[in-house]
């Protein structure tokens, strides 16, 4: 079946610097990817829609220069966080869909992020 | 906007017993699907099973069935003869579907955590 990558599965910096995950679709186009963030013991929340070869379309509240997404070819979208600092640390996970399979969408492994 | 509620932010039910998670939502979509995810503490998301809204018939997968209720937006999610492997966060997710197979992302409940006793 379908699968979605996501790198690196946990990360630790220093506050300050910018980290970048990554999110791949291994078997499928994706068109489309969407970018989720997730605090301790709260539910997933959206923060963004990825467009390949267009911009992100990003969720009220998610500062687009502050998490930057770049989906530059079909399988691939990159969230960057920017200048990151304690209050970004939460959990990071993509989700793509195969349109053509009429599939639900489908989770990468997430991104335990975790700024000093 | 599209809303997911789930009433219960945690059950404990005994090994092989059954059990039934609700989930409530609000939309003005018409095409739409309707999933329950389990999410153990590894944070994998898991899905458990989906419902497409204009299929009258309820979802069933193995020991895991829905009671879809369109006219009342309901979509509980029952586990039969429950095993300690089901212990987990379980939450109940929407996405509206558009013609041509494109799909907003998901919008989620707060989520339930179930926990299967010996």
């Known amino acids: 079946g379908a699968v979605v990558s996501q790198h690196p599965s946990w990360v630790i910096c220093k506050s300050g610097t910018s980290v970048k995950i990554e999110c791949r679709s291994l078997?499928?186009?994706?068109?489309?990817m969407f970018w989720y963030r997730q605090f301790p013991k709260q539910s997933l929340m959206l923060m963004a829609t990825?467009?390949?070869?267009?911009?992100?379309?990003?969720e009220q509240g998610v500062e687009k220069d502050k998490f930057l997404i770049n989906h530059a070819s079909l399988t691939l979208s990159t969230l960057t966080v920017t200048s990151a600092h304690p209050e970004d640390s939460s959990f990071y996970i993509c989700?793509?869909?195969?349109?053509?399979?009429?599939?639900?969408?489908?989770f990468g492994d997430g991104t335990r992020l975790s700024i000093l | 906007a599209q809303t997911v509620t789930q009433s219960q932010p945690e059950m404990s039910v005994q090994e092989a017993e059954t059990v039934t998670l609700s989930c409530t939502y609000d939309?003005?979509?018409?095409?739409?699907?309707l999933f329950w995810y389990k999410q153990p503490p590894s944070r994998q998301m898991i899905l458990v099973i989906r419902?497409?809204?204009?299929?009258?018939q309820n979802a069933t997968e193995n020991r895991f069935s829905v009671n879809f209720q369109k006219a009342a937006k309901s979509f509980s999610l029952k586990i039969s003869d429950s095993q300690l492997g089901d212990t987990a966060m379980y939450f109940c997710?929407?996405?509206?579907?558009?013609?041509?197979?494109?799909?907003?992302?998901?919008?989620f409940g707060k989520g339930t955590h179930l926990i299967i006793q010996p």
């Open positions: 989700s793509a869909r195969d349109p053509l399979a009429n599939q639900p969408q489908h």
């Open positions: 997710a929407f996405m509206i579907l558009y013609s041509g197979g494109g799909a907003d992302g998901l919008t």
């Open positions: 990825s467009n390949e070869g267009s911009k992100a379309t990003y």
């Open positions: 419902q497409e809204a204009y299929k009258q």
């Open positions: 939309t003005s979509e018409n095409n739409y699907y």
């Open positions: 078997d499928f186009q994706a068109t489309t």
